[in-house]
Each structure stands twice: as C-alpha cells, then as structure tokens.
C-alpha cells in the first residue's frame, strides 16, 4: 500500500512568506506527528495528532507555527511570517496509533528554504 | 539539553565486520528506545526497537542490547553489507512523543 507522502518536495520562499506544507498519513493511521530536521539534527518533535485533535502541541517553536487535521486525515503545518531560521527539512510521521513501541512511519520531507 | 545523545557523527566499518552504533540518554522515564535508518532525500525507516524492561532484541543482523544502569544503547549490525551505508538514528520514547538523537553516518567500506 501506499506510504506518507508529502507535498510539495521542496519549497522556496522569501522571507516574511506564508507557506503551507501537506502530509498524507497511512491510509487507517490515526496518530500523525510532525517533525523538523535542521543540518546535522536528528527529527526535532512538532505537534502530534490523536485523530483530529492535537494531542500534544509542545514542540511547535512559537505561534507563527499552527498544523490542521480536520478530518484526521490528511495534515497541513503552516508557517506564517516565515524566518530563515525556519529553513529546514519538515517530516511527517504517521501510526496505528499513538503508545506501545510506537513505531512511526515516515514520509520523504519537506525541504523548506527561507531566502 | 540534549535527552538521546550520538556522540559519534560517523563511523566507517569494513564489509562483512560487525557495525557497533552507540548511544546514551539521560531520561530514566522512557520506555521504549528505536532505531531508524535513513537514506539521502527519504524519510527515516523504523529498524528494531526494545523495551525498556529488555536488555536485548535481535532481529536477523540487527541487535539492540540496552544497560539501563548505564542509561546506554547500542545497535550491533553482522555482518556489515554495503546497503547498510546510511545515517541511522536513536531514539527514545515516552509520553507517547519520540526524542531523536542526531544521528551517525555509517560508512560500508568495500
């Protein structure tokens, strides 16, 4: 079956810019996670979602950062007012559900570039 | 302040040798620790994981053997192939979050 998939691949945009990133989780996953990667970082923790709701929300940096999963389903993060330090690679994770091993499925990324 | 530490960036292995990956974590309240493998320009790949009641998991030539005590992990890979070249990740679990190391960079050599 299909895996996470995330659009777009790669994002330019300039500084100040409002952009949008997508992930499609595992078609019946119901825990989805979001993630970053800066250079040389392992997958930073975002924001995970329980079904709709965000179950946990703590590593969001600071408000400009927000993520949607309306139908728990697919998920959208979005950046608003976008720094160069936002540069980086956006993962998305999704699973059965969330506790146990939790073994997390992962997407290619979204390589976001701030100029 | 770093919770799961990989203190080596690299590490080059010989093919056919045994790969020794390490890692230390300083958070006693996790209860589950993975490892992740993942190649340029794709997403992490889940590996093997342990609990932490375990001190070992072995799943054909991967093995993960863990000393509590020691707060310490290690990913044993036999023998080394050339697929194997990548960075692989460890990582810690607990409140249903996963805390990522920063990874170190397996190089196969022919």
């Known amino acids: 079956g299909a895996g996470v998939s995330q659009t777009p691949s790669n994002k330019v945009t300039e500084k100040g810019k409002y952009v949008e990133l997508r ?21 930073e923790f975002l924001i995970y979602f329980q079904g709709t709701g965000a179950a946990d929300d ?12 309306p139908e728990g389903s697919v998920s ?40 | ?19 020794i990956l390490n890692c230390d974590y300083t958070n006693s309240m996790f209860d589950y620790f993975l490892w992740y493998k993942k190649y340029p320009a794709e997403g992490p790949t889940f ?3 342990i609990s932490s009641i375990k001190d070992k998991n072995e799943d ?11 707060k310490h992990l290690s990913l044993h890979i036999v023998p080394s192939q ?5 960075v692989y990740f460890c990582a810690a ?11 170190t960079r397996l190089h196969i050599l022919p």
């Open chain 1, 23 to 43: 992930c499609d989780p595992i078609s019946g996953h119901t825990a989805l996670y979001w993630y970053r990667q800066s250079l040389g970082q392992g997958p």
């Open chain 1, 58 to 69: 703590s590593g969001l940096p600071n408000d400009r950062f927000f993520a949607v999963r």
């Open chain 1, 76 to 115: 959208t993060l979005k950046i608003q007012r976008t720094e160069r330090g936002d540069s980086a690679v956006y993962l998305c994770a999704s699973s059965l559900n969330a506790g146990g091993p939790v073994e997390q499925y992962f997407g290619p990324g979204t390589r976001l570039t701030v100029t």
């Open chain 2, 1 to 19: 302040d770093q919770q799961v530490k990989q203190n080596s960036p690299s590490l080059s292995v010989q093919e056919g040798r045994i790969s």
């Open chain 2, 47 to 49: 590996l093997i994981s």
């Open chain 2, 60 to 70: 054909g030539r991967f093995t993960v053997f863990l000393n509590k005590s020691a």
């Open chain 2, 82 to 86: 050339p697929g194997d070249s990548a």
């Open chain 2, 93 to 103: 679990s607990g409140d249903d979050k996963i805390i990522f190391g920063k990874g």
